[in-house]
């Protein structure tokens, strides 16, 4: 089965408008980290934002936010204000277990801005 | 912040000859390393979890002694793909941790494109 699941291969968004791309996760650790990536054309991978399992509250990142719902395994990111730079593939990953370093990653989503 | 090198950023090579990918930490040691595969449009699977003085642990279907990791040092981890193969063309990413929980402790390199021609 799937660890991580990103269903939408591709959005198309306009210029400053938010975006939420989607995220759902399927582990029985109660312990886990939850991770976004942006990964350019370039290749690299950049850190975006990291939702810990037993955090209470949401995380932030400047203009990413974690949408975390526990109990539906979801754990959405959203870009306010979409920036031209913001067009690159997401991933989604997981850390499962308390100690681990491992993350297995989801299938991604392209995001294109639109002027 | 931590910095994770990779060399070389590509490398073109002819079948049937082998070709080393090193991913070095500069700042920080990292205890563990971790070795990625992407191929074009997909996602990054993990191809190995290297760690500092041990042999390699390779996840199912992985073939060890195609892919051949070393982890001499705390700060030198190495990919060598042996009689490569076109179907070996990827993209090869490395990651690092200095072994400590938390957010953002993997920090990835900027990976190695392989093609087999």
């Known amino acids: 089965a799937q660890k991580i699941t990103q269903t939408q291969p591709g959005m198309f968004v306009q210029e400053k408008e938010a975006v939420t791309l989607d995220c759902t996760y399927d582990?029985?650790?109660?312990?886990?980290?939850l991770f976004w990536y942006k990964q350019p054309s370039s290749g690299e991978m950049i850190f975006l934002i990291y939702?810990?399992?037993?955090?209470?509250q949401n995380a932030t990142e400047g203009r990413y936010s974690l949408n975390f719902q526990k109990a539906r395994k979801s754990a959405n990111l959203v870009i306010s204000a979409s920036q031209l730079g913001d067009s690159a593939m997401y991933f989604c990953?997981?850390?499962?277990?308390?100690?681990?370093?491992?993350?297995?990653f989801g299938q991604g989503t392209r995001l294109t801005i639109n002027p | 912040g931590a910095v994770v090198s990779q060399h070389p950023s590509w490398v073109i090579c002819k079948s049937g000859t082998s070709v080393k990918i090193e991913c070095r930490s500069l700042?920080?040691?990292?205890?563990?390393m971790f070795w990625y595969r992407q191929f074009p449009k997909q996602s990054l699977m993990l191809m190995a979890t290297?760690?500092?003085?041990?042999?390699?642990?390779?996840e199912q279907g992985v073939e060890k002694d195609k892919f051949l990791i070393n982890h001499a040092s705390l700060t030198l981890s190495t990919l060598t793909v042996t009689s490569a193969h076109p179907e070996d063309s990827s993209f090869y990413i490395c990651?690092?941790?200095?072994?400590?929980?938390?957010?953002?402790?993997?920090?990835f390199g900027a990976g190695s494109r392989l093609t087999v021609l």
């Open positions: 990651s690092a941790t200095a072994g400590s929980s938390g957010a953002n402790v993997l920090t």
């Open positions: 582990t029985s650790d109660p312990s886990y980290g």
């Open positions: 939702q810990g399992s037993y955090d209470q």
């Open positions: 990953a997981m850390r499962e277990g308390r100690g681990a370093q491992k993350l297995v």
């Open positions: 700042d920080f040691q990292a205890t563990t």
């Open positions: 290297s760690n500092e003085g041990s042999k390699a642990t390779y």
